[in-house]
């Protein structure tokens, strides 16, 4: 960004920051870093309070702001050593790669659903975790973060908490684990009413079943016989077909178990140095806040997390390479060529310029 384009950017975000709404759970045990040109330029800050914090961000002005998921007594304090750690939320970062600056954002759907997998299969019905302990945050960008501000995974040391992301994940998984042969020849396997990968595994048979059942055999077309089978599934037991290959014809619902698995950062979650960007502050690289989501299944991302600021504000931009078609703001955008001129609302201009697709037009 040239210096134009990062006064406008800055003093915009500077704005939000006046009003924003943060939370930030013990805010005084945390670690904080800041970013003003990569994500992290510096870390070891700490602040009393929130309006400490908030008095430094409008001071500042950074393009990234993040926080420890550990809790120190001295977060301030360096080496890290002396930081005095007392535990960490248990926190995963779930995110979409795709060519181009762009195309992760027709993506983002897949992710949140990805998210939304994590929460409802694994953490609430596997982990018992309470729901109130949870938080949806989108990331500002390419995904979505999910805090868990749970005492019972406090203390997990990081190689327990990767063993919550190889499970999640199905790390090793080998779905024919899942099968005895009896003595007198049944095939004994999970009931859709188990929980974890078991579970999931019986579910998501019944479901191809039910609704593509040639993809196992085109025996199971024949309404009598499929129901027979799946009636068999509930109860666990599978011998309820002429198909001697039934265990390896199951590898396409094993495979398609593995696509809904959760691909989730196993990095974040298990490094307990950690920094996680500040739920409801600005992502630097597109200007969108990394919001907390309080209705996940009808969050829009390129909608909901547009900064609700001086609306009627105009901005004259020049691209700087060519832009794609983009929903955004709800209003669609482009497509865009290199040289072009635009006069455009401020927060789409943030966006673009952000990007590093534009520059403010000179004279601004």
Request: glycine share 6%; charged share 30%; net charge neutral.
């Amino acid at each position: 960004m040239n210096d134009i384009d990062r006064r406008i950017a800055l003093k915009f975000i500077a704005e939000y920051y006046a009003s924003a709404e943060f939370n930030i759970f013990q805010i005084e045990k945390r670690e904080f870093g800041i970013g003003l040109i990569k994500k992290i330029d510096a870390r070891h800050l700490a602040f009393d309070s929130m309006e400490g914090f908030r008095k430094y961000l409008l001071t500042n002005t950074p393009l990234f702001v993040s926080h420890s998921t550990a809790y120190y007594e001295f977060p301030a304090a360096t080496p890290i050593e002396k930081k005095s750690w007392f535990g960490n939320d248990l926190v995963f970062d779930l995110d979409m790669h795709s060519d181009g600056k762009y195309g992760v954002y027709h993506k983002l759907e897949e992710v949140k659903q990805d998210a939304i997998r994590l929460v409802e299969e694994f953490l609430l019905t596997d982990f018992g975790i309470s729901k109130k302990d949870i938080l949806y945050v989108f990331s500002g960008n390419r995904g979505y973060h999910v805090h868990v501000r749970d005492k019972n995974y406090l203390d997990l040391c990081s190689d327990e908490r990767k063993e919550i992301v190889d499970y999640i994940r199905g790390t090793g998984l080998n779905y024919e684990n899942f099968f005895d042969i009896n003595e007198s020849g049944r095939i004994i396997g999970p009931r859709p009413d188990e929980k974890g990968h078991r579970g999931r595994f019986a579910r998501a048979a019944i479901t191809m079943l039910e609704k593509e059942p040639v993809k196992l055999s085109r025996v199971f077309s024949k309404d009598e016989i499929r129901n027979n089978f799946i009636t068999g599934v509930r109860e666990g037991n599978w011998s309820r077909t002429s198909i001697k290959d039934i265990i390896s014809r199951l590898k396409i619902v094993a495979d398609t178990l593995l696509l809904s698995t959760v691909n989730t950062d196993a990095g974040v979650t298990q490094d307990l140095s950690k920094l996680i960007r500040v739920p409801n502050s600005i992502h630097g690289e597109t200007g969108l806040i990394a919001k907390i989501i309080s209705d996940i299944n009808n969050f829009d991302p390129l909608k909901d997390a547009v900064i609700n600021i001086n609306k009627n504000e105009a901005k004259c931009i020049i691209f700087t390479e060519d832009v794609p078609e983009i929903e955004f703001a709800n209003s669609t955008f482009g497509p865009f060529k290199k040289d072009e001129k635009k006069e455009l609302q401020l927060v789409v201009a943030i966006f673009f310029v952000l990007k590093g697709s534009a520059s403010f037009c000179s004279g601004q």
